[in-house]
């Protein structure tokens, strides 16, 4: 099946510092991908949705200019989170959806995470 | 109102019991529908895809009620393994999900 590969699944960092998470579709292209944060025994929080070649659409809420989001090829979004703080803290995910073959019947792989912990 | 709406629970069963969870869903235009099992600290992945005729994976069924706007998952003859987070996921497009906030079940020997 459809797979969907992130890097890093663990990262440690100072604060201030800034942080770049990768999301691949191996096996298929994905003109949308999908950003989302959990914090511990809560559910998932979509963050934002990228487009490959053009701005991501941000959840309300979300600063775009704190979670930046690349969608620079089919195949590939990364989600920078810059002047990282202690409260940035959480697991990140990216999902991206696989079309089935039938219009509407995509569904969504997910990436294995990444967890940031900012000291 | 939500666009999906789920019940955290959480839900604590003994082995071997019956379970079901109800999904609900506001906008009937959506067309896809999915469970998918989140474990603590992992990705979701999916569980099973939800289709208008239902449809059974070994002790796993679930179902669409459109007219009323739900889908249900049952699991039969709980074992320890099934306890995670279970996610009820909508789709109206192949390009708009949305999420329930996942139920909660624990499986007790």
């Known amino acids: 099946g459809a797979v969907v590969s992130q890097h890093p699944s663990w990262v440690i960092c100072k604060s201030g510092t800034s942080v770049k998470i990768e999301c691949r579709s191996l096996?298929?292209?994905?003109?949308?991908m999908f950003w989302y944060r959990q914090f511990p025994k809560q559910s998932l929080m979509l963050m934002a949705t990228?487009?490959?070649?053009?701005?991501?659409?941000?959840e309300q809420g979300v600063e775009k200019d704190k979670f930046l989001i690349n969608h620079a090829s089919l195949t590939l979004s990364t989600l920078t989170v810059t002047s990282a703080h202690p409260e940035d803290s959480s697991f990140y995910i990216c999902?991206?959806?696989?079309?089935?073959?039938?219009?509407?019947?995509?569904?969504?792989?997910f990436g294995e995470g990444s967890r940031l912990t900012v000291l | 109102r939500k666009e999906v709406e789920q019940d955290p629970g959480p839900f604590n069963v003994p082995e071997g019991a019956t379970v079901a969870f109800n999904c609900t869903y506001s906008?009937?235009?959506?067309?896809?529908f999915f469970w998918y099992r989140q474990d603590c600290r992992k990705e979701p992945k999916l569980l099973m895809s939800?289709?208008?005729s239902g449809n059974e994976d070994g002790r796993f069924t679930a179902q669409l009620n459109r007219a009323s706007q739900y889908i249900s998952l049952l699991i039969r003859d709980s074992k320890l393994s099934d306890s995670a987070t279970y996610l009820c996921?909508?789709?109206?497009?192949?390009?708009?999900?949305?999420f329930g906030t996942g139920t909660s079940l624990t499986v007790i020997p």
């Open positions: 990228s487009n490959e070649g053009s701005k991501a659409t941000y």
């Open positions: 096996d298929f292209q994905a003109t949308t």
């Open positions: 996921v909508v789709s109206r497009t192949g390009n708009q999900f949305y």
């Open positions: 999902s991206a959806s696989h079309l089935g073959t039938l219009a509407g019947t995509g569904e969504l792989f």
């Open positions: 939800v289709y208008s």
């Open positions: 906008n009937s235009a959506s067309q896809s």
